[in-house]
């Protein structure tokens, strides 16, 4: 009877002892779910600190966060399948840091964000950005044309990021409306040719569909940005 109450007590022990376990391995898990999704965010962080660089013609800028992503580690228990995308972000994140010049920067950020979405696809992970917000509205004006600008830049490169179909739609649709005249920028002509290569890139843009297609496109587009910023003296301060 002593022997079978002991034995009782272990068996009970034994079960609390799993039930613990358990408990603590679930709670753990949970903490790797929230230190990778913080540890996304601070993907994000980088690798539009890296486009902003770019846009703003800022090579030196762009470096740092592209250094980043070339060497940081992921947080533990990711998936070994989802390794060749990590791999791939840290090759192009490498051209990015080590770019001769913007335009290899802009194509290489470009491939950043398509290797992103590339991942969110592979481990059916949508990316849910503000895709719908309402762009600025049309006054013919530099700035307002600008920020138009940068709203056509910021979807296009969710669309890539998310990967979103809408989000590259919408972009590449404002990026072909978006209208200045010479006179507005100083009538420099390779700044009249960006404007001009600009909205062309629009509206083929809106009729490119596959990843690799949309990050050339939009690396391409970015340099335009750079270029003109470069010969105007104008763009983003800080952005
Ligand atoms: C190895 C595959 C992989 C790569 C590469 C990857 N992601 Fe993710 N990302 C995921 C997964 C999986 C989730 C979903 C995480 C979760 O919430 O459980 C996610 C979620 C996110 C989120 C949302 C986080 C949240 O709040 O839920 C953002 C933002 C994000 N990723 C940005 C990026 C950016 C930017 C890059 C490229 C620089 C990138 N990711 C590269 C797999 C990847
Ligand atoms: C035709 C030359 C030209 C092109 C092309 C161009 N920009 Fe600009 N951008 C300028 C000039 C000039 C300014 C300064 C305008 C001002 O001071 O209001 C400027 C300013 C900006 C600003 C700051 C606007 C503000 O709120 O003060 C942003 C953001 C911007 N550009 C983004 C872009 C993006 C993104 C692209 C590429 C899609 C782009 N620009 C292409 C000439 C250009």
């Not at 398509?114 to 049309?138: K, L, M, N």
């Amino acid at each position: 009877m002593v022997l079978n109450t002991r034995l009782v007590f272990t068996i009970l022990l034994a079960v609390l002892i799993g039930i613990v376990l358990l408990f603590i391995a679930d709670v753990a898990s949970q903490d790797e779910v929230m230190t990778f999704r913080e540890h996304m965010h601070g993907h994000l962080d980088e690798v539009s600190a890296v486009k902003a660089g770019v846009v703003a013609g800022d090579l030196d800028a762009a470096r740092r966060p592209a250094t980043w992503l070339a060497e940081h580690e992921e947080p533990p228990g990711m998936p070994e399948a989802w390794a060749p995308y990590v791999e791939e972000l840290r090759r192009h994140a490498r051209v990015a840091a080590d770019a001769a010049d913007l335009e290899m920067a802009a194509v290489a950020v470009s491939e950043i964000a398509r290797t992103c979405g590339e991942c969110h696809r592979a481990t059916g992970f949508d990316v849910a950005f503000g895709y719908d917000q309402r762009p600025p509205v049309d006054v013919q004006n530099l700035t307002t044309q600008m920020q138009r600008h940068l709203w056509a830049a910021d979807r296009m490169w969710d669309a890539l990021i998310g990967p979103s179909d809408n989000a590259w739609r919408w972009g590449t649709e404002m990026l072909a409306e978006v209208k200045l005249s010479p006179e507005q920028f100083g009538g420099d002509t390779k700044a009249q040719a960006a404007m001009e290569r600009l909205s062309e890139l629009g509206r083929q843009g809106s009729l490119v569909t596959s990843g690799p297609a949309r990050a050339g496109l939009y690396g391409e587009f970015l340099a335009q940005c750079a270029a003109c910023h470069g010969v105007t003296g104008g763009g983003p301060g800080n952005y």
